[in-house]
Each structure stands twice: as structure tokens, then as C-alpha cells.
């Protein structure tokens, strides 16, 4: 039975092969390499030769000032990440959705989605040319009218606000594309028997759009604090700089330079199974939490 199953839909099995060996290959197949954390790795002897030394490493990197240091930082921007970046696509979703003009929305998602597709490199760039204390467009105009220049880039908290809303605009119209997934799926009659009753367009938006998405949204915000241990490596490296690094240095810049410049690989691989591991319990804890609190949850 199972044989002719297998035959009828073997253009199903095909499809999905693909993603599977995708992950098998780039997702489980460097968990080989989680070793190097107990071992005094020398890249001549590789994996295999090299001498075990059991959590040496973890106590040499938990004893290290720097590490706490851009642990704080990961945790501090990541939670300001959440607060800030987190809303901006639900609170986009639903403008988008509640536009009538089929033409502007089609405009408009097109125009919000390009940020997302453009390289780190070049969006740092883009902000220096912007946001420079010397050469920015920005402090140019605020001189030319007889204002003093801000330190975006320099100054820990104007930094931390462009770093920011940085974020917000290279990764709030991408966002909004499960959100307005699932807001295709809500009846429309419920928003048509609303009006009818009286319902102004908040009230709709509060009774009818925000629950209807809240399955998304709680699905999302979980996913989010499994991450905020993790930070990518791109934003805060080309946006930061030595002026802003007590706010800058993150975990995996850390991690670049101890590995890639250090070549210390051991106490590397140390930082990215501790932030697996810490990630994987914010994931739980989160998904627990969400189940008692608001029976939603991605377990």
C-alpha cells in the first residue's frame, strides 16, 4: 500500500526532497562541527585529531568582561528591536489593507517590499551618506539653515535611534506579507455587518482585523524572542563604528572577531551553541507562556 502511494504521488515526494536536503545538508550537517566547543581545535588536525577538553572553553568565555558586555548589547537592541520593528508591519498590514485604490496598495507594496533586497553594504552606505556628521544630506540641510549638526552615527543615542529605524524601513514591507496573507482569509461580511451596527473604522480595525491576525501575530513574537540572543552580523558591524561600540559590539561581532581574526574557533563555537541553546529556551519558555496566557501557540 504504502509502495503504490508512494508511486502515485511520487512528483509530491520530489518536491519536498528538495527542502529536505536542503536542511540536511546546511542545517544538520554542520551540528558535526558543535565539537570544536569541547575540544582544543587545531585547524591542521581537524575535528577528529583534535585534544578534547571538556567545557574549558565555556569557563574561559564565561569569564571574559567582553562577552558580557555584548551580551547585554544583543539583549538591548533586540529588545528595542521588538518594540520598534515588531508593530511597524502589522500597523502597515492593516493601512495597506484598509486602502481601496487596488492601484496605490499594488504601488505601494512594491515600493515598501525593495528595502528588503537591498544589500546591508549598501544600505550602510546609504545611511552614512545620509546621516554623516560631516558629509550627510541631513546635517548639510540642518547647517544651511543655521541649526547645529546631529551625531547620528557618533553619539551613543542618536546611533542607537538611527540603527533603529533603520531596521524599521529595510524590514517593514516585507513583514507585512503574512499579515496581509492573513488578512485575505477574514470574512468580509463581518466588517459590512460592523459598519451596519454602527462600527466606526478603529473600532472595526480593534474587533475584527487584530483578532483575526492574532494567530499570526503570536506566532511571530514567539519566533522573535527565540532570536534575541541571536543578532545578525551585517547591521550592527556596517552601521557601528569604534565611537558607538560600548553599544554597537554585538555577539556576532564578537564571535568575528575571536574567530576570524583571533582564529580562537573553540571559543567561537563556544558563543554560537551558547546562543542556540539560550535561544532554544526562550522559544519554549515563550510558546509555554503564550499557551497559558492566550491558548496560542507553534507547539
Do not use: C
Amino acid at each position: 500500500m504504502t509502495i503504490t502511494y508512494l508511486k502515485r504521488y511520487w512528483q509530491l515526494y520530489a518536491l519536498i526532497s528538495l527542502p529536505l536536503i536542503y536542511f540536511l545538508i546546511f542545517r544538520y550537517g554542520p551540528m558535526y562541527g558543535v565539537q570544536i566547543a569541547f575540544k582544543d581545535f587545531n585547524l591542521f588536525q581537524g575535528i577528529s585529531g583534535s585534544k578534547w577538553i571538556g567545557f574549558d572553553a565555556f569557563r574561559e568565555v564565561f569569564a571574559m568582561d567582553e562577552f558580557y558586555t555584548t551580551l547585554r548589547n544583543t539583549f538591548m537592541l533586540n529588545f528595542l528591536d521588538l518594540l520598534v520593528s515588531f508593530p511597524a508591519p502589522i500597523i502597515l498590514a492593516i493601512m495597506l489593507y484598509e486602502v481601496r485604490f487596488k492601484w496605490f496598495k499594488k504601488i505601494s507594496q512594491t515600493i515598501l517590499y525593495v528595502p528588503h533586497f537591498i544589500s546591508w553594504v549598501i544600505i550602510g552606505g546609504i545611511v552614512y551618506q545620509l546621516f554623516g556628521n560631516q558629509s550627510g544630506m541631513v546635517n548639510g540641510v540642518l547647517q544651511s539653515m543655521g541649526l547645529n549638526s546631529i551625531p547620528f552615527l557618533t553619539e551613543k543615542g542618536p546611533w542607537l535611534v538611527t540603527y533603529l529605524f533603520t531596521g524599521v524601513w529595510q524590514s517593514a514591507g516585507w513583514g507585512t506579507i503574512l499579515y496581509l496573507a492573513a488578512l485575505t482569509a477574514v470574512n468580509k461580511e463581518l466588517f459590512e455587518a460592523a459598519e451596519i451596527d454602527g462600527a466606526s473604522r478603529l473600532k472595526r480595525i480593534w474587533h475584527i482585523t487584530l483578532p483575526s491576525i492574532k494567530p499570526t501575530i503570536v506566532t511571530l513574537l514567539i519566533l522573535n524572542l527565540g532570536n534575541m540572543v541571536s543578532i545578525g552580523f551585517d547591521r550592527p558591524y556596517i552601521i557601528g563604528n569604534t565611537a558607538v561600540r560600548e553599544y554597537s559590539d554585538v555577539l556576532s561581532t564578537f564571535v568575528y572577531r575571536i574567530g576570524l581574526q583571533s582564529g580562537q574557533y573553540t571559543l567561537a563555537t563556544v558563543v554560537g551553541l551558547f546562543q542556540a541553546v539560550v535561544g532554544l529556551i526562550f522559544v519554549l519558555g515563550s510558546n509555554y507562556i503564550s499557551k497559558k496566557t492566550t491558548g496560542e501557540g507553534i507547539l
